[in-house]
């Protein structure tokens, strides 16, 4: 038998077994509706982080980002409560007029948990 044969066999053969394999498939059942108060790790629609400038508005929008992380699942409660107690040593800062230094003491808590700075 020429080479060529060879390859349009051993072709169709693979072919022949894929289609095959997926005969053999179940079919996928849909999944139930979660309950009602179960976590939905995903983002209402309508969430939408603070507008504002300076280190008050960065503050606004990482304490709007954490509570959404918390409502979603993403974050415990643990440490969404000390999240929450450094945002607000931050927050100090900020309404004291050092805005550098709240700024800081922002991305300190940010990168202590694991979110960019």
Do not use: W
Not at 78 to 87: A, D, F, Q
Not at 88 to 98: I, V
């Amino acid at each position: 038998m020429p080479f060529f044969a060879y390859r349009s066999a051993a072709g169709l053969a693979a072919i022949a077994a894929f289609a095959l394999a997926g005969c053999n498939a179940k079919p996928v059942e849909p999944l139930a509706a979660a309950p009602a108060n179960r976590l939905a790790y995903v983002s209402d629609p309508e969430f939408k982080l603070p507008d504002g400038g300076g280190c008050a508005g960065d503050i606004a929008r990482f304490r709007a980002l954490i509570d959404n992380d918390l409502a979603t699942g993403h974050v415990d409660k643990s440490v969404h409560t000390s999240l929450v107690g450094e945002i607000d040593s931050a927050k100090l800062l900020c309404e004291g007029g050092q805005e550098s230094r709240a700024l800081a003491a922002l991305a300190t808590a940010k990168r202590r948990h694991g979110y960019p700075a």
